[in-house]
């Protein structure tokens, strides 16, 4: 029991981890950079010590150092060398790339607009060249006005203004003549009432095309006389008559009234 108690702490012992745990590859730079001034002081009290081999030793303790550190750092829980680098974490700084492009953005003001001079001397000179190697095959010649037509397109842009109103016109005068019409087929297609019948009746007297029966009222069939004869029958049924209208009988000429 005792053999496997002690086995097993020594395992834990083997596994326990004693590297110190960091978040950031640049702050331990940072502090190695920082003691290494300090490392570097310390043969400075070694005057018997050639120069040569204090630059030795003093090289092969800062390496040893900064080995050392790494190899007992870890990380976010890596060994150094499995680390990412502090360059690839940091964010670009949006100052620094916008100096580096305004230093870049006025070197090329300056090279480019030389560099390009010669090119477009060169270019015009050639433009020269081929227009003086042109030559007019064609002569150009002068359009001629014709009178006639000058005087015809003169007159039509005068009668126009005109023209447009009468049509205007006439498409107003259209409209109110096909309104009218409307209104006339909306009056002969319209039926006579019965008042209408009646009265048309008496002023014209009996006609053939009157004496058929009135058409029928709400449905029931009924025949009406005129007002005239209406009056008629029912003086005859009183047995009273009107009194017929006095003749006009006319004078004699010369014979005293």
């Known amino acids: 029991m005792e053999s496997e108690k002690s086995k097993t702490s020594l395992s834990a012992e083997t596994n326990e981890e004693y590297r110190v745990q960091v978040t950031s590859k640049k702050e331990v730079i940072e502090q190695i950079n920082k003691y290494k001034e300090v490392l570097k002081t310390a043969l400075d009290g070694q005057p018997n010590m050639a120069e040569e081999t204090k630059q030795v ?119 109110t003549l096909q309104k009218q019409a409307e209104g006339l087929c909306e009056v002969l297609s319209m039926k006579p009432s019965l008042t209408t019948l009646e009265i048309h009746r008496d002023v014209f007297d009996c006609s053939s095309q009157f004496d058929a029966p009135l058409p029928s009222v709400g449905g029931a069939t009924r025949s009406r006389q005129p007002i005239k004869r209406a009056t008629e029958e029912a003086a005859a049924a009183h047995c009273y008559v009107p009194p017929n209208k006095k003749r006009h009988h006319p004078v004699a000429e010369g014979k005293p009234q």
């Not at 092969?60 to 150094?80: H, I, R, S, T």
């Not at 060398?81 to 916008?98: F, I, M, Y």
């Open 57 to 175: 030793l003093l090289q092969e303790l800062l390496a040893n150092f900064e080995a050392a550190v790494q190899d007992n750092v870890l990380v976010d829980g890596k060994p150094w060398e499995e680390a990412s680098d502090p360059e690839e974490n940091e964010p670009p700084d949006l100052d620094v790339l916008l100096d580096d492009t305004i230093v870049e953005t006025t070197r090329r003001r300056c090279a480019y607009p030389r560099k390009i001079l010669p090119h477009v001397v060169h270019s015009l000179k050639a433009e020269r060249k081929l227009m003086g190697l042109y030559e007019h095959t064609v002569e150009t010649q002068e359009v001629v006005k014709d009178p006639v037509q000058e005087t015809i397109m003169s007159d039509l842009s005068a009668v126009a203004p005109g023209m447009v109103k009468q049509a205007i016109q006439v498409i107003k005068s259209i409209n």
